[in-house]
């Protein structure tokens, strides 16, 4: 097996690892909770990355096995094999959760029947935006956030689009803080406390001071700034530009937090 192809399957076990653990959580969840209407969407969300996933592996074909056995997991079966409505959310994530670990299986293995092999595979990896954050639990979870956050502004749910975007930018702000070190930021000038009781807003200007981020910071609108109280149940409109602006202020922290990109 050459490096590349090496690689490219070490990247996908590590999403599909986080996909997993994820998608036990809210089967969790559901199983306490049924009808809670924030885990149904999250749920779908779920279901959607997975199927992104799914379909990265197959190359881009229906036909592939790992295709029709994700499109199968949606389906309930009558004794005769006919397909039935009446699946629950909890036994359809249970179902994608035994595709996910088919998946991990195929491509831990080195037969012809493995999901992607050096000689055929128009799968591309999945995204590796978040490579840089230095918690490695975090990133695929940043990485749903991500999908979820694009897709809200897409359905014009502009308040949750902001929202998630202001949460992973708190995120990864966060995470290069706590790598650089509090002596070294308090050198900077920065609050003696610890870094988990600073503010969103003292961790942006920290960050920027400590020469960790540009200014990009200062485009963020003044909803965005205060997006934890909306968290906590104070509710200011959100126009479709403050979650454009956010979503953008975003992007340009992760290439100032990964100049590499």
């Excluded at 670990?101 to 012809?112: D, F, G, K, N, W």
Aim: charged share 25%; proline share 3%.
């Amino acid at each position: 097996m050459d490096d590349g192809l090496r690689a490219q399957i070490e990247t996908y076990l590590s999403h599909l690892d986080g996909l997993i653990r994820r998608g036990r959580e809210l089967r969790d969840a559901l199983a306490a909770d049924p009808s809670n209407a924030s885990l149904i969407a999250d749920t779908r969300a779920w279901q959607e990355a997975c199927g992104v996933t799914v379909n990265q592996l197959s190359g881009g074909s229906k036909a592939h096995w790992l295709a029709r056995s994700f499109s199968q997991g949606f389906l309930m079966r009558s004794t005769d094999g006919r397909a039935v409505e009446g699946t629950t959310p909890a036994e359809i994530i249970t179902r994608l959760l035994d595709v996910l670990a088919q998946a991990v299986a195929s491509l831990t293995q080195r037969e012809e029947g493995a999901v992607i092999s050096a000689s055929s595979s128009s799968a591309q990896p999945p995204p590796r935006r978040f490579e840089f954050v230095h918690n490695a639990e975090l990133r695929p979870v940043i990485e749903q956030a991500y999908i979820d956050s694009r897709r809200a502004l897409e359905q014009a749910d502009y308040d949750l689009a902001l929202r998630t975007s202001c949460g992973i930018l708190e995120a990864i702000v966060t995470d290069a803080l706590e790598h650089k070190g509090l002596s070294a930021l308090i050198a900077s000038g920065a609050p003696a406390e610890k870094i988990a009781d600073w503010s969103f807003e003292t961790r942006l200007t920290v960050a920027e001071r400590a020469g960790l981020i540009r200014s990009g910071c200062a485009r963020l609108p003044a909803v965005a700034r205060t997006y934890r109280d909306a968290e906590g149940g104070s509710k200011a409109t959100v126009s479709e530009r403050d979650a454009q602006v956010a979503g953008q202020v975003l992007r340009v922290i992760m290439r100032d937090l990964d100049p590499g990109r």
